[in-house]
């Protein structure tokens, strides 16, 4: 069973920052792409960035410059660096990552989600 746990969520004002994280873990043979998602109130899920496991990264445009994801491959973990916060970055942020299980084919996996909230 592969689970990915994701922290770092909450409250804070518009310019200001925070650091997500999400940890993978379970029997796990290789972890490949790793990517953030994010569901705004009242709107379908976005892509928000994505990191191979050779550490191209990609970003949605309303994030560049703003938002950076960085990973560690002997820990099977990604973070994400967001600064210069606007309250359009509300959203519950979601962990995505395609994964190669001891015991099952490769295929993605998702956490539950973390709050976001950018709010005088």
């Known amino acids: 069973q592969v689970q990915l746990v994701e922290s770092g969520g909450g409250l804070v004002q518009p310019g200001g920052s925070l650091r997500l994280s999400c940890a993978a873990s379970?029997?796990?043979?290789?972890?490949?792409?790793m990517a953030w998602y994010r569901q705004p109130p009242g709107k379908p899920r976005e892509s928000v960035a994505s990191?191979?496991?050779?550490?191209?990264?990609n970003y949605a445009d309303s994030v560049k410059g703003r938002f950076t994801i960085s990973r560690d491959n002997v820990k099977k973990t990604i973070t994400l660096q967001m600064n210069s916060l606007k309250p359009e970055d509300t959203a519950v942020y979601y962990c995505?990552?395609?994964?190669?299980?001891?015991?099952?084919?490769?295929?993605?996996?998702w956490g539950q989600g973390t709050q976001v909230v950018v709010s005088p």
């Open positions: 995505a990552a395609n994964v190669e299980a001891a015991s099952s084919l490769r295929r993605d996996y």
């Open positions: 379970g029997n796990i043979f290789r972890v490949y792409n």
């Open positions: 990191i191979s496991s050779g550490g191209s990264t």
